[in-house]
């Protein structure tokens, strides 16, 4: 099998049980990565049961293109039941690093896990925590009593040692040990896999997974990979991670250098970082310096608590993202007196400071007092401390508890996103901002930071999204079926998998009219496997798993159309809080519309009557009953998916 190792293992903690999956069996209908996570996590999931159960499985699963000359495709997803998700549901999370290429090394396509180490196997202990080690052929469940209750960097500088060489690591801290809902997988290159897995290792008393590899992955052509690969590279000479300069820095941190994940030709902003006093961490993008609001509230100006937030929260297993939207709901909670300091158990007056961030932590992780509701995450912590604090995140967060960022106040055609999907969409939303994004740069500097006209949004548009209409802001039509192929394609993207800050390549610098390319997806994919598939096929097996995704969903007790909704706050014109890059680069919210006009969406709102027209024939394009937003018995059918129907 040309791209694969061919096997994928599945390990049942509970019973110290490991066994064999054909890849094969998976990879024809569901191709790779979310995909195949999908039609395991089908198969072996029970509906009712909670992510912390036992049986509910995680799934690690890479891409055909993994381990390949393909360019920044060496990717894992990690598919299962989210804590994080408000109600809990299948979501996936995806990690880069080095982790994903040495496991198809070792011979593995992915790994799913189930059951819990709890079993009076190891040294007598009665719930003695394991890590998995995977050298080749060889697959052990060791002990890790002695690794419980450290950090990340602990815990990987331990496991390197008693392995010897250079494992490929992927690990627990403190938080995902006691089971936070908002706990990280931890990878190398300060990669991290949110949604709450690391709170589902946690439930498993797994501290780590570490690979070493020695084997190969044939591709079929790897002539015509390098031709894609240098080609890709002409291409993306404005790419999104080149459109502002520098990597993000705080002001006294100076760049070590650049940090790049496997097979990536040119990397990103990831970069490893010195702080002042000599801190080094790796960081990427804007929520690498996620505590800065509250440290130049404190002290006027960031300090090295801004730094080091970052580098204690990745160690102690802690989604940073989460970790925002929970100190702006205590700041809010503390400044209307919902929140007393002696009702946090925390010295708020001095947020901003790194003494109060890292009792902030270590209340979360140990579950600690008032950290136990903490621990629940934002939208559930709100719930707890009662009615006006959940009106706060009713303002602040969507109905799942996810934040908003590139919403549909600005972009219409994130409405339909926001609407079907509960886990945070954020590939498919880079795909509306990117464009636009540079199209805003080529507007406010009149062409002198961006070649993205409104002319090129245009054909970008109409290439990558179906029509013209679908940058055309002054109304919602073609936005239904921009919806659906930006859906289509980032499922694809995830199951091949390609890294969301380098795919799809909307944009061409080395051409002339500057319009990107739709097929280079199922080229690189042709090229690897040796068998031709356009970019038709590729959306049609995109398509299905789009409508399995649906699937899982309705299963596991989403009501269609019903649940297919937005929160109040998008009907209701004001302005927001701006908090995504398109926003930063241009406050005023300016968007193409018809013809040479230039229209605001600064404090628009969503028209509801619009929103349910689009739902319409977002369900009609996806063959979904407009009714119910049920997939059709003969849609299933006719996407090979025939089998579900009962289940359904």
Request: hydrophobic letters at 35%; proline letters at 5%.
């Amino acid at each position: 099998m040309y791209g694969w190792a061919g096997k994928i293992l599945s390990i049942d903690l509970t019973e110290r049980k490991i066994s064999l999956l054909e890849t094969g069996d998976y990879s024809t209908l569901f191709l790779g990565g979310v995909g195949i996570g999908e039609k395991i996590y089908w198969d072996r999931a029970t509906p009712g049961i909670d992510a912390f159960h036992p049986a509910n499985p995680l799934i690690l699963m890479t891409g055909p293109l993994a381990a390949t000359p393909a360019p920044s495709a060496s990717r894992l997803v990690a598919c299962g039941k989210s804590p994080c998700i408000y109600p809990e549901t299948f979501v996936t999370a995806s990690l880069g690093g080095f982790f994903a290429a040495e496991l198809k090394r070792a011979g593995y396509d992915g790994i799913v896990i189930q059951g819990k180490a709890d079993s009076p196997v190891i040294q007598g202990k009665a719930d003695s925590p394991v890590y998995i080690s995977i050298h080749d052929s060889r697959v052990e469940i060791k002990d890790a009593a002695s690794l419980w209750g450290l950090t990340n960097s602990a815990t990987r500088k331990i496991i390197q040692g008693e392995l010897g060489g250079t494992p490929r690591i992927l690990s627990i801290g403190p938080g995902g040990e006691n089971r936070t809902r908002i706990a990280i997988i931890l990878t190398d290159v300060g990669s991290a896999g949110s949604m709450g897995f690391g709170s589902v290792m946690g439930s498993k008393n797994l501290k780590a997974v570490a690979v070493k590899g020695s084997g190969n992955i044939q591709a079929a052509d790897p002539e015509r990979i390098t031709g894609i690969r240098k080609r890709f590279q002409a291409m993306t000479g404005e790419g999104y991670y080149h459109l502002f300069g520098t990597p993000i820095t705080l002001p006294g941190t100076e760049v070590v250098k650049k940090v790049h994940c496997h097979g990536c030709p040119q990397g990103c902003w990831r970069t490893l970082q010195r702080s002042a006093s000599g801190e080094e961490g790796i960081r990427k993008c804007q929520i690498g310096i996620f505590y800065s609001p509250w440290d130049k509230k404190l002290h006027g100006k960031p300090t090295e608590a801004s730094f080091r937030a970052t580098t204690l929260a990745n160690d102690y297993s802690l989604c940073v993202m989460e970790l925002v939207f929970l100190l702006f709901w205590l700041d809010k909670c503390y400044a209307q007196g919902i929140l007393s300091e002696k009702d946090m158990e925390l010295p708020f007056s001095q947020a901003g400071s790194i003494e109060f961030f890292e009792a902030f932590v270590r209340k979360i992780c140990l579950r600690e007092g008032f950290g136990a509701v903490l621990a629940e995450g934002t939208l559930r912590a709100s719930e707890i401390v009662g009615k006006e604090s959940r009106e706060i995140t009713r303002n602040l967060l969507t109905q799942t508890g996810r934040a908003v960022a590139y919403g549909p106040k600005v972009f219409s055609s994130s409405a339909l996103i926001y609407a079907t999907e509960p886990r945070p969409s954020i590939t498919e939303l880079h795909e509306v901002c990117e464009p636009l994004t540079k199209w805003a740069l080529w507007y406010k500097t009149k062409g002198e930071k961006s070649y993205v006209s409104t002319d090129v949004l245009r054909k970008i548009g109409e290439k990558f999204w179906g029509s013209e209409k679908s940058v055309d802001f002054s109304t919602y039509e073609g936005k239904a079926l921009t919806a659906v192929k930006i859906q289509n394609r980032q499922f694809a993207k995830e199951s091949l998998i390609l890294c969301d800050f380098a795919w799809p390549v909307y944009d061409d610098a080395s051409r002339e009219d500057h319009v990107g390319d739709p097929t280079l997806e199922s080229q690189l994919l042709s090229a690897v496997i040796g068998k031709e598939i356009d970019e038709q096929e590729l959306n049609d097996i995109a398509e299905r798993i789009f409508t399995f995704y649906r699937a899982i969903l309705l299963r596991e007790g989403r009501k269609g159309r019903e649940d297919d909704c937005l929160p109040e706050f998008f009907f209701v014109e004001r302005d927001e809080l701006i908090a995504d890059v398109f926003g930063m680069h241009n406050p005023e919210l300016f968007l193409p519309g018809a013809g040479d006009e230039i229209i605001s969406r600064k404090g628009k709102a969503v028209d509801r009557m619009k929103f349910e027209e689009m739902k319409d024939e977002y369900y009609g394009l996806r063959g979904w009953d407009p009714q119910t937003g049920i997939p059709r018995i003969e849609t299933l059918k006719k996407l090979g998916l025939g089998d579900i129907v009962r289940d359904l």
